[in-house]
């Protein structure tokens, strides 16, 4: 028996489980809007989260996991598409890159200022 879906990358979620998506024909723009869908937080990153491969990531990685939520993530080198679309489709230049409720939050110094301001928590628990 084949398997009908193609893997995307290495998309996890919080517990390192991998996502699998029927990719086949979906330009680079839906996948994205796919992904960000996917889950209530979705972080677009260098790595995984048990291994960021920068430190931006590791940042936000370890404040996603402070506030112990669920969230999905998408290891943009894994896919040169993705991760040139998601830099065009956020109009926004550096990863990571962080979505709740399928709106664009920011990067790393964004997050990181909006969870020492308390600003992050507050939107996650909406």
């Known amino acids: 028996m084949s398997n009908p879906f193609n893997i995307i990358g ?3 979620t919080s517990k390192g489980l991998p996502y699998q998506e029927n990719a086949e024909g979906l330009d680079v723009k839906k996948r994205i809007e796919n992904m960000i ?4 937080v979705f972080l677009f990153m260098k ?3 048990d ?3 920068c430190g931006f990531s590791a940042n936000v ?3 996603l996991n ?3 939520i669920d969230y ?3 290891d943009v080198l894994s896919d040169m598409d993705i991760r040139q679309g998601i830099k065009e489709f956020s109009n926004w230049p550096t990863i990571p890159q962080l979505y709740v409720n399928g709106e664009f939050i920011g990067g790393c110094d964004i997050i990181t200022e909006m969870y020492q301001s308390g600003e992050i928590q ?5």
């Not at 869908?37 to 209530?40: A, C, K, M, V």
């Not at 507050?122 to 909406?126: G, H, I, R, S």
């Open 72 to 74: 999905r993530t998408f």
């Open 122 to 126: 507050t939107l996650l628990a909406k």
């Open 66 to 68: 402070s506030l112990d």
């Open 61 to 63: 990685i370890a404040i």
């Open 51 to 53: 291994f960021p491969q």
């Open 37 to 40: 869908s996917s889950t209530p």
């Open 47 to 49: 790595g995984i989260p």
């Open 10 to 12: 290495q998309e996890q």
